[in-house]
């Protein structure tokens, strides 16, 4: 598959704090984001999640299924557990043609908690890893037989954040697991994409371009926010309107070839979803042609 620019709604409606973008219905969402230029759309919580009822929504639209995030809890259930209680989701994916399934481990996570602060996040022990990876390669083999990669999905405010976290993380698991690289968290964590990317393009599978407005990250790590409040404040935006330099995340990936994906959630009263789509793909857009993916 060659390179192709996606979107995901959560710039439309928020999964995680629902109030966010509530009053947008999901078809203006998918009209808004093919117009601004996008061929393909992740999942969020307004979509049809039986596969006629999704196929027949996104094909209204001319856009395709990327993928979309599941939540899993192999801290606390095994292989065989964790793969009853993917399955429904698989199988819509698999349905949908998508080559991807976004995953992400969040026994003890507080990024949907508005009332702790990033820095309660769970930690994993010297041990604990072994233990996760041994479980989520297992699940991945079994992702893949059915024709996708799993790729995972750091995120602030769950057990893998930091640049650290996610070197464990691949040094834990075989290389059925996938990295899905977010500019925008690895930044709000404090590590370099551009770097992660250097380091683990063999593995990205996955990528999702956010962008982070430096002043406002810099006062949330200060100040101890909570993930949402984080969001609701602005620290994310669109790739172009803030601090990552993307031009140099790219040139790192010379090879890849797969979706790139515009998630930024923002207040769509604060960000109108149609002006900050169409700014994002632009400049993704433009990007990706001047590192040679498009």
């Known amino acids: 598959m060659a390179v192709r620019i996606g979107a ?44 006629d009822a999704l196929r027949q929504a996104l094909a209204g639209h001319g856009l395709e299924l990327v993928s979309g995030w599941y939540s899993s809890a192999l801290m606390t259930r095994d292989t065989e557990a964790e793969l009853a209680a993917l399955e429904p989701h698989l199988a819509l994916l698999e349905a949908l043609g998508a080559r991807v ?37 297992a699940v991945a083999e079994a992702v893949a037989a059915r024709g996708l990669d799993l790729v995972y999905h750091h995120h602030m405010g769950t057990v893998v954040e930091s640049a650290e976290d996610i070197h464990a993380l691949m040094a834990a698991t075989g290389p059925a697991v996938k990295l899905l690289l977010d500019t925008g968290h690895a930044a709000f964590a404090g590590a370099d994409p551009a770097t992660l990317a250097r380091r683990h393009r063999q593995r990205i599978g996955h990528v999702h371009c956010k962008d982070v407005r430096l002043p406002m990250m810099q006062r949330a790590r200060q100040e101890d926010w909570s993930f949402l409040d984080a969001v609701v404040a602005g620290v994310f935006t669109v790739p172009g309107d803030g601090g990552i330099d993307f031009p140099a995340v790219l040139a790192e990936l010379p090879d890849y070839a797969g979706w790139l994906v515009v998630e930024a959630e923002q207040d769509p009263e604060k960000a109108p979803p149609a002006r900050y789509a169409r700014i994002g793909y632009d400049n993704l857009s433009g990007y990706a042609r001047a590192a040679g993916l498009l």
């Open 8 to 51: 995901n709604p959560i710039g439309w409606s928020n999964d995680d704090l629902r109030e966010l973008g509530a009053h947008i219905p999901l078809e203006t969402c998918l009209a808004e984001a093919r117009a601004a230029g996008f061929v393909g759309m992740e999942l969020g919580h307004k979509f049809p999640r039986e596969a």
């Open 101 to 137: 399934l976004i995953f992400a481990e969040t026994t003890g996570a507080v990024h949907g908690d508005r009332k702790r602060p990033i820095s309660s996040r769970p930690g994993l022990s010297a041990d604990d890893w072994p233990r996760l990876g041994r479980r989520m390669t």
